[in-house]
């Protein structure tokens, strides 16, 4: 058994493979020979990622049992570390895990014997995402040496930007933000900012991050957020004709992007929701079978 908590855990032909190997559960037909138990703790809201994790399981045969915080020991004060050893204590062999914490630091010291993957850990990481996000890449430029990739929006509060920054960069491609000020990333080293505009009529891959307001102090005012960083049908314009739209979800409609930029041939923002479950398949097949799977990296 092994876990994914971070991309820094993962070099370039582990991704490619992960990638290929995703590839292949979006071509060909459920499996199901992975057998264990795992179970899906979230401990933020999820719709895709909670979803996408359980039908991942479903698909390689792998029982995945659900987790409400409401009706868990959560609300009687019970730790993290505390419902980690109980469900592994359960005989149960993975966690897939979200939390509000950077929780894999805050656990790192802890003997457990559960393997955990990161399904998102406050504003740090959120791995998955990105290879899913890699995948949907892939799918459409065939690789990433040299793509101008540009994300956009809440970029300080959003660990889908952290973990697409290390993968992207590591495979090559070349990674800029860009947004209001007021979210700009002071704890990313080499963050390469750039003109919203700019980048519009430049990037291969524009990401839109949605604005994290459950994360902000103080509400952040959004009237004039699409004029002035969304994208819309005037910038559609601006864009290359083979670039593509990504975002991680959900969307605020009409901040991040309008109706339009939903409905234009290259936003693939459904296409990654796609992805997740193919991705997550081989995330969880590499988890429960890493000795195979590490032999087939390496062939
Ligand atoms: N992208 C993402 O993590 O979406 P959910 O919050 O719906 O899982």
Redesign the pocket.
């Known amino acids: 058994m092994t876990s994914l908590v971070s991309i820094k855990q993962l070099n370039e032909p582990t991704i490619e493979w992960l990638l290929r190997r995703a590839q292949y559960f979006v071509d060909n037909e459920p499996q199901t020979y992975v057998r264990g138990t795992a179970v899906n703790l979230f401990f933020?809201?999820?719709?895709?990622?909670?979803l996408s994790f359980q039908i991942a399981a479903q698909r390689l045969g792998l029982k995945m049992l659900d987790f409400t915080i409401e009706n868990s020991s959560t609300c009687k004060g019970e730790s993290l570390i505390d419902t980690l050893q109980t469900v592994n204590a359960l005989g149960v062999q993975l966690a897939v895990v979200?939390h509000g914490d950077d929780w894999p630091t805050l656990i790192a010291e802890e003997n457990l014997r559960l393997a955990l993957v990161n399904?998102?850990s406050g504003h740090y990481e959120?791995p998955t995402?990105a290879l899913l996000d890699a995948l949907t890449i892939k799918q459409h430029f065939g690789g990433f040496s040299g793509l101008k990739v540009t994300i956009v929006g809440d970029i300080r509060h959003s660990r889908?930007a952290r973990s697409n920054k290390l993968l992207l960069e590591l495979m090559g491609a070349q990674v800029s933000f860009s947004g209001p000020e007021i979210f700009y990333p002071y704890d990313i080293a080499d963050c390469r900012w750039v003109d919203f505009d700019q980048a519009v009529a430049e990037s291969d891959v524009v990401m839109m991050l949605r604005v994290q307001h459950e994360r902000h102090q103080e509400r952040f005012d959004v009237s004039d957020y699409n004029g002035r960083f969304g994208l819309n049908s005037f910038r559609l314009k601006q864009m290359k004709k083979d670039a593509i739209i990504l975002h991680?979800?959900?969307v605020n409609r009409s901040v991040e992007v309008t109706g339009e930029v939903l409905q234009d041939s290259r936003c693939k923002i459904l296409q990654q929701v796609a992805n997740?479950v193919a991705v997550r398949m081989a995330v969880l097949e590499w988890c429960f079978q890493e000795e195979r799977c590490e032999q087939l990296v390496s062939a």
């Not at 933020?44 to 909670?50: I, L």
């Open positions: 933020e809201p999820s719709t895709r990622t909670a979200r399904a998102g959120h995402q889908v991680p979800g959900p997740g």
